[in-house]
């Protein structure tokens, strides 16, 4: 049974970094793309970034190219989500996703199964 941990989030103050980590008890995330999406208070859930297990890269949208980096450490089983730059409009919940071995395209619906871990960009 998938069950990821999402974790690494806090209050930073605009301009901050964060590292968030992802992992997955029990579950081998080596085979799949995973993916971290993010639900900001009142929108829709939309996707971050996406890493393939050949580290083929989905962006989706252009609002964090730059500051973004998510990475994998296989030995460990964790993705990572390296934020820099941060922006008040990054506030959100992010969470990890699994959705087969390619990562989903824009818009399309993806599973949680996480909790999330919370972001809040505010000074």
């Known amino acids: 049974q998938l069950q990821f941990v999402e974790s690494g989030g806090g209050l930073v103050q605009p301009g901050g970094s964060l590292k968030l980590s992802c992992t997955a008890p029990?579950?081998?995330?080596?085979?799949?793309?995973i993916g971290w999406f993010r639900q900001a208070p009142g929108k829709e859930l939309m996707g971050v970034l996406c890493s393939e297990r050949d580290n083929q890269i989905t962006h989706y949208g252009d609002s964090v190219k730059g500051r973004f980096t998510i990475y994998r450490e296989n030995a460990k089983n964790t993705v990572y989500l390296q934020m820099t730059r941060l922006e008040p409009e990054d506030t959100a919940t992010y969470y990890c996703?699994?959705?087969?071995?390619?990562?989903?395209?824009?818009?399309?619906?993806?599973?949680?199964w996480g909790k999330g871990t919370q972001v809040t960009v505010d000074s």
């Open positions: 029990g579950f081998n995330l080596d085979p799949y793309a």
């Open positions: 996703i699994l959705d087969g071995v390619r990562c989903p395209g824009p818009g399309h619906k993806v599973d949680l």
